[in-house]
């Protein structure tokens, strides 16, 4: 298993990133945001980019295919309220959602990317979203973002709270 840097700068090296942070083995960047019984919420593992949230699943599973009848149900709802708060908390008004089945060494994840100004250079469309995160990895890596990130966590968490 090959270790990766986290947004906040730790290198860790997980068998599963999912089931770790639901196990509360590791704390994702900016600390967990809400979780209800089947998901999580959190920022992004690895990349420094505020307001990219992501829904894991507390179960080791690829696929909305094997979600059971409890996550289903569980699911909507959790996802709707996360993109509200993302509007209602962080002004986000355009956000690209992305589930891949493919990950190694993750497990059943949706990423809720978020469109922000300082992208547009880059681009503004589903094929830029691996430049624009490769661009805030090397740009945003910083002590001031993970403390901004922490803040925007804190003020989702009052209001999932
Ligand atoms: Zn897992």
Redesign the pocket.
Known sequence: MEPIIAADGREVALE?I??AISKKEVDPPGGMIAETDYFTLANDFEYPIKGFLIIGSKR?FQSVADFTSEESADFSSFLIKTRKAMRDVLGIQQVTIIQEEKSKDS?FHVWMFPWHEWMKEIGSDIVSIRAIMQYAKEHYSTKEMTEEMAAESQKLREYFS
């Open positions: 599963c999912g089931c080791h497990h």
